[in-house]
């Protein structure tokens, strides 16, 4: 990736955002579907006042993919059983039949033809800027909070810190928990920018700098609660 990016990170996704495919989605599918699994498992909130997610850095909706089939497998465990294979594999639980569609608002300021074509809605044209501005629409819940904001292979592209912490901060007031995936454990967020580091096995805080990422198949997952809404 990084040849690609010899331009500039924008260059590239202004010219290939349209036909943007992640490589690795193979492992980004089980990864963040055990990822939502554990969120589902401990956030009372969300099993009792609905799912409201971002897809930050949407691409061609590898996320908002992986999420409508969790969402789907897990209407399916009551009903019909998830087939052993599947069960295998994936890490889904039982979403009651009656649970509210999972909202899912998506941006990015480059893919959103290639994520129209492949999840059938449009996302927003917002880049981290605009999201640091604001710019983030409420979500439908009640409170207009998010739960849980995923942004996949794409913070570490954010690469000034003054520009991170701005993006990490406005986020922290909009979003309950924040989910990082990606090839690595890049970038770190200072407990300044609104955010602590999770322990996704104990479903604990951690201290600063304690490596807390989840790996599947070489895809690194990390969770953050904002400090907004202890
Ligand atoms: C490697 S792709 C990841 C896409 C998708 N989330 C995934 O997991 O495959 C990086 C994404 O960051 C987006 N991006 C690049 N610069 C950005 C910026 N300044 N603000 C927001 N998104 C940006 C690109 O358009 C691209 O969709």
Redo the contacts with the bound molecule.
């Keep these: 990736m990084r040849a690609n990016y010899a331009q500039g ?2 260059v590239y ?1 202004q010219k290939s ?1 349209s036909t ?1 495919r ?1 490589l690795h989605f193979h492992a ?1 599918r089980p990864l963040t579907m055990d990822c939502l699994s554990r969120f589902w498992d401990h956030d009372e909130k969300t099993r009792n006042c609905g799912f409201h997610i971002v897809d930050l ?3 061609s909706g ?2 908002t993919q992986v999420v409508r089939e969790w969402e789907s497998l897990g209407k399916k465990v009551l009903s019909e059983g998830v087939a052993s294979r599947t069960k295998r594999k994936l890490s889904v639980r039982e979403i009651p039949s009656n649970f509210p569609p999972i909202q899912i608002v998506a941006a ?4 959103g033809e290639a994520y129209k074509n492949n999840v059938g809605v449009p996302c927003f044209n917002l ?2 800027q605009d999201i640091a501005d604001g710019k983030l629409p409420p979500s439908e819940g009640e409170d207009g909070i998010y739960d849980l904001v995923i942004c ?3 913070l570490h ?1 954010l690469t000034d810190p003054s520009k991170l912490f701005a993006t990490c901060y406005a986020l922290a007031a909009q979003c309950r928990w924040l989910l990082i ?1 990606g090839p690595h454990k890049q970038p770190v967020l200072k407990p300044e920018w609104g955010w602590i580091p999770w322990n996704i096995e104990t479903w604990l805080p951690l201290d600063y700098g304690v490596n807390h990422d989840h790996v599947i198949e070489r895809v690194h997952g990390r969770f953050f609660q904002s400090i907004n809404f202890l």
């Excluded at 990015?108 to 893919?111: F, N, R, S």
């Design positions: 990170v924008d996704y955002g943007y992640n980004l850095a949407c691409g590898e996320i990015d300021p480059y893919t880049n981290f996949s292979f794409a592209l995936v």
